[in-house]
């Protein structure tokens, strides 16, 4: 199988480090030269391309499977439809052209399309209420998504907080000040291995799967949980109400406080996934472990 993997970042990398050794041919695409020589390290083929350029789409390679997993790098509702919905237009017309179209194509979406559910369970049953701009968009790009053209199958992996490697922030939680309500999380390796667990067994064509570790947990017990295991004293903590009196908070900002909910991932679980990281627990143990050596 030769998988193209257009925005390969954080998530791609690991993806494509995860493909290479199971023995499939992949590509990572990305737009900066740095970013390319990043690919090369992980041990496999990388190409310097905008994937929101037709024409320099038309220079990619053939690949049974296009695994669509860009970023548009924490900016507003206007850049991540470029992104999202833009982007995937132009690259999901070009392959689906071909003489040699994939087969699968596989865009990375978000937990954030469910919207405030008061903190209440969802899973891929529950309907899609965004609360931003930016959250409507990533529903759009869903939809673009499930339906591609030609005979190409489409799926969506929606990602939940995604911790691992450089993305900890362990100071964060045991320093505060927390606010309440829920994180919902998975570890940058089970993200990889979810994907690369779709496309191998052939599953899910045609459906959304929610990627999301075995436990939510709430803010503050995962703070307190991280102070007891760093040998810390607990951090400060702060109620919703509290963290919305705080000036100059745009009205996007003020929803994704006020969003709280727990993802099931039972779903993935029935697919057979099985989970290198099932919480938080085994997830953050080696930066721990590293927090400890370096006496915090």
């Not at 937990?111 to 049953?125: A, I, L, N, Q």
């Not at 570890?187 to 799967?209: F, K, S």
């Not at 679980?269 to 400890?292: A, H, K, S």
Request: aromatic letters at 8%.
């Amino acid at each position: 199988m030769t998988v193209l993997i257009l925005g390969c970042g954080y998530v791609g990398l690991e993806l494509g480090r995860q493909l290479t050794e199971a023995g499939e041919r992949v590509v990572g695409v990305r737009r900066s030269h740095s970013g390319i020589e990043a690919i090369e390290e992980a041990g496999f083929r990388g190409i310097q391309a905008d994937i929101t350029d037709a024409d320099a789409l038309s220079t990619l390679p053939d690949a049974d499977t296009v695994v669509f997993a860009a970023s548009s790098g924490g900016r507003g509702a206007e850049a991540a439809r470029e992104i999202y919905v833009e982007g995937q237009e132009v690259a999901l017309a070009e392959f689906a052209d071909r003489d040699d179209a994939p087969d699968r194509y596989l865009y990375t979406s978000s937990t954030g399309v469910y919207g405030d559910h008061d903190g209440d369970w969802v899973d891929e049953e529950t309907p899609l209420e965004p609360t931003t701009d930016k959250t409507e968009v990533l529903v759009e790009a869903e939809a673009v998504a499930l339906d591609p053209p030609g005979d190409i199958d489409g799926t969506v992996a929606r990602l939940a907080g995604i911790y691992g490697p450089d993305r900890y922030r362990l100071e964060r939680y045991i320093e505060g000040p927390v606010t309440e309500g829920f994180l919902n999380m998975v570890h940058r390796d089970d993200i990889a291995g979810a994907i690369a667990y779709l496309l191998d067994e052939d599953v899910a064509r045609g459906e959304a799967v929610l990627v999301v570790d075995n436990e939510p947990v709430q803010k503050w017990e995962f703070a307190d949980w991280l102070a007891e295991e760093c040998g810390v004293e607990s951090p400060p903590k702060r109620t919703t109400a509290e963290r919305l009196e705080e000036d100059g908070l745009s009205e996007a900002a003020q929803r994704r406080i006020q969003t709280s909910k727990r993802c099931r991932n039972t779903k993935l679980r029935e697919l057979g996934y099985e989970f290198t990281y099932p919480t938080f627990r085994e997830g953050y143990r080696d930066r721990i472990e590293q927090y400890l050596a370096s006496d915090g």
